[in-house]
């Protein structure tokens, strides 16, 4: 990066907004959910992608974006699906209170007809200020001041805001006001969200190319990556639990026991493996019902709180009959298992516990080894505490 000593001018908007439409209308991205030049938008398409794109990348958003809208073309025909079918087109997409939102959403939609406006938008279920303002101004055409992580960073190395995040989002969200447009505002917003994902990346900005460095304070310094600035990590605590991997033969189809997680709540209305509680006190955590118990690896996996390491305990039906009873829940063919709501984490254990069990099914095949080694530990525990149904 460049450093060329001189202070740029005050943001002229006008100016800003010339220098970063022009460069939009020839480098635009070309995305599935995006209009073409002069085409209109369909509000479905924006909003659609933008709930899925909340904590999401683009490139692992676009195959689900895809089946979506070929599945469910419109809001109507989405509503018109079970909530089962919809958790399940999203497993693996994570964040899943955004399905179950996205599904109620779509519902009020098909009743009321798409809102259009900023703040009749913000009513929806799930759509907070970003979605809201994000497809008003896409969908809508509405001067709303769309500020997501991408456009936060922009706007702060465009003013070389000082002010630590979180604490200078209500600043970045003002100063961002003052320079959208009135007119093309959805261009706009998109042209700022190209920029930060093309340009102004979080590591490497390339301010030499960029179309608004002449506007550009954190350029014109040569310090560009040193903003957004942060405020120092708290390191996120680790909880543990367990998993229990049951399996039963009906005749040579191999089922799992599985049982949907409440409503409320993380994972809410997922299918999940029977699992202890996730609890800080390893303690706590470490309690498994009466049965002959395999291994399986510990699963890690990253939630945006805290970390989970979760054992994963895999029994054949026979060895385990009393505990499998008591977890309630029904049993799911182990082949069909992709029709199934399973998020990430879940997945993760059902490959180890099948894995642990000698067991195959479609994306995983257990390695004889590994499936030996468990058989090397296999434990029979007492009965510490039975899992009540979570
Ligand atoms: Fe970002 Fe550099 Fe452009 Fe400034 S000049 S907006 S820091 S890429």
């Known amino acids: 990066m460049q450093n060329n000593h001189i202070p740029p001018a005050p943001i002229a908007p006008a100016d800003f907004q010339r220098a970063l439409l022009h460069w939009y209308d020839g480098a635009r991205r070309d995305l599935p959910w995006r209009a073409g030049p002069g085409e209109k938008p369909d509000p479905y398409k924006v909003w659609l992608s933008e709930i899925m794109l909340q904590q999401t990348t683009v490139k692992a958003v676009i195959p689900y974006f895809e089946t979506f809208v070929t599945r469910w073309p419109t809001a109507e025909a989405l509503a018109a699906a079970s909530r089962d079918e919809v958790l399940a087109a999203w497993a693996g997409l994570g964040y899943y209170s955004r399905a179950r939102n996205l599904y109620a959403c779509a519902q009020a939609a098909a009743r009321r007809g798409f809102p259009s406006s900023e703040a009749a938008l913000r009513a929806l279920p799930g759509v907070g200020a970003y979605t809201a303002a994000a497809i008003a101004a896409i969908a809508f055409d509405e001067p709303a001041a769309v500020v997501d992580g991408n456009v936060e960073r922009v706007v702060a190395r465009l003013f070389a805001v000082g002010e630590p995040l979180p604490a200078a989002k209500p600043a970045i969200r003002k100063l961002a006001a003052t320079l959208t447009p009135k007119d093309r505002p959805g261009d706009y917003a998109q042209a700022m969200m190209d ?196």
């Open 195 to 390: 920029l930060g994902a093309t340009i102004c990346t979080p590591r490497s900005p390339s301010c030499l190319v960029c179309p608004v460095r002449r506007f550009c304070v954190a350029a014109a310094e040569g310090d560009a990556r040193r903003f957004p600035v942060k405020a120092p990590k708290t390191a996120k605590p680790v909880r543990r639990g367990d998993a229990f991997v049951i399996v039963r033969r009906e005749g040579s189809d191999p089922h799992i026991l599985l049982r949907r997680r409440k409503d409320k709540g993380l994972l809410g209305g997922m299918m999940e493996v029977p699992c202890s509680e996730w609890a800080a006190d390893a303690h706590k955590a470490a309690s498994a019902p009466d049965g002959t118990w395999r291994y399986g690896r510990t699963v890690q996996h990253t939630f945006t709180h805290f970390h989970l390491e979760m054992r994963v305990l895999a029994a054949h039906h026979d060895a385990v009959r009393p505990a499998a009873e008591a977890f309630g829940g029904d049993w799911a063919a182990i082949a069909n298992l992709s029709a199934f709501a399973l998020p990430a984490v879940m997945k993760k254990a059902v490959a180890s516990g099948l894995e642990a069990l000698g067991v195959e099914h479609p994306g995983v095949r257990p390695s004889p080894k590994a499936a030996q080694k468990s058989s090397d530990v296999d434990i029979i525990r007492k009965r510490i505490s039975r899992m009540p149904p979570r």
